[in-house]
């Protein structure tokens, strides 16, 4: 059990839940800069020496499923910025995404309540929004409709987000960045920052799916922006622009002087190799490379509405996803030569 003083000795004070994840990681170094004392959270990838030796940085561990500990961590601070979730598009995954991203959102959430703090900004995700087949454009207004076509993790993130706005009707002061799909520096071995690899390797297939992209350090100007913000009680989608996969993968392959995708895979040539995938996985007792969800992912053409928080935060503006790719290669490059 993780036990923690009551004794408010610093004002303001901090959250940061994920804190070791990829958008985390971004999160946390921004704001060591400023000077406010953070209680970075993290479960069990531990930060790197470069993340510990951050200024104004105290890294705990904590289960947040543990609502004791949860009310520990939370007790004395003042702002925290909910980014704890399990990404995954793995069946096999199904029971601990649904339990560890809703569960622990609650106990955030009555956590805060409990210490009043100031404010909480959640990160959600575009996965969270209402789509259906009849959904043009996709915005902040679109009801969710249950679907077999709904992958566990955007149930996941909506019910999660239910936590939140249950939180607000009792009085937390609280906003939501609903971001898409998120580019930048991180581990290149998973989550969005392995499609360089993957483009590095030259991977020939493409699909024509559309979905919103937009730069990690957008998502965490936005995210300290709403945290300063007098907003609450709404939720913004956060996407530079709407992109084919395609476009994407060019753009990464071109980054690093590689030949791009040009061979289109259909519905029934991803059937094959997310079966391919799965089975490989069982063998080797490895994650999949493709899962069924990813696979029907990739063929699905959503556009999101990315204006209100334009309209809310004018000074800001996205950087574009070409600038981001361009920046990723180089870091990945560096990567590879020092390694």
Not at 20 to 27: A, D, E, R, W
Not at 58 to 73: F, R, S, T
């Amino acid at each position: 059990m993780l036990h923690l003083t009551k004794t408010k000795l610093f004002h303001p004070l901090i959250v940061v839940t994920g804190a070791s994840g990829f958008l985390g990681q971004h999160l946390v170094t921004r704001l060591s800069k400023n000077g406010s004392p953070i209680r970075a959270i993290y479960h069990s990838t531990k930060p790197s020496e470069l993340l510990l030796q951050l200024p104004n940085v105290i890294w705990q561990q904590a289960d947040l499923l543990d609502i004791e500990e949860v009310e520990n961590l939370l007790s004395d601070a003042t702002h925290v910025y909910h980014c704890a979730a399990i990404v995954s598009f793995d069946r096999s995954d199904k029971h601990r995404i649904l339990q560890v991203n809703i569960d622990s959102t609650a106990n955030v959430v009555n956590a805060a309540l409990e210490a009043n703090i100031q404010k909480l900004v959640y990160v959600s995700s575009v996965a969270a929004l209402g789509r259906s087949s009849t959904t043009k454009i996709v915005s902040e207004e679109t009801e969710w409709e249950e679907s077999p076509h709904q992958t566990t993790y955007s149930k996941s993130k909506y019910y999660a987000e239910l936590e939140v706005w249950r939180g607000i009707a009792e009085g937390l002061n609280a906003a939501i960045l609903n971001p898409g799909i998120i580019l930048g520096e991180g581990d290149w071995e998973k989550g969005s920052a392995k499609l360089i690899k993957t483009a590095d390797h030259e991977f020939p297939f493409y699909t024509k799916g559309v979905n919103g992209w937009v730069d990690v350090k957008d998502v965490v100007e936005l995210l300290v922006l709403l945290m300063k913000s007098n907003i609450e009680g709404e939720r913004f989608v956060c996407c530079e622009g709407n992109h084919t996969y395609k476009d994407i993968f060019t753009m990464m392959a071109k980054a690093l002087h590689k030949k791009p995708p040009h061979l289109y895979a259909g519905k029934f040539l991803t059937a094959i190799v997310w079966r391919w995938s799965a089975l490989k996985s069982w063998i080797t007792k490895q994650q999949p490379t493709i899962t069924k969800e990813t696979a029907g992912t990739a063929h699905k053409k959503v556009y999101y509405d990315n204006q209100k928080i334009l309209k809310a935060f004018p000074e800001f503006s996205y950087q574009s996803i070409q600038s981001t790719i361009n920046r990723m290669a180089a870091a990945y490059l560096e990567h590879k030569q020092l390694n």
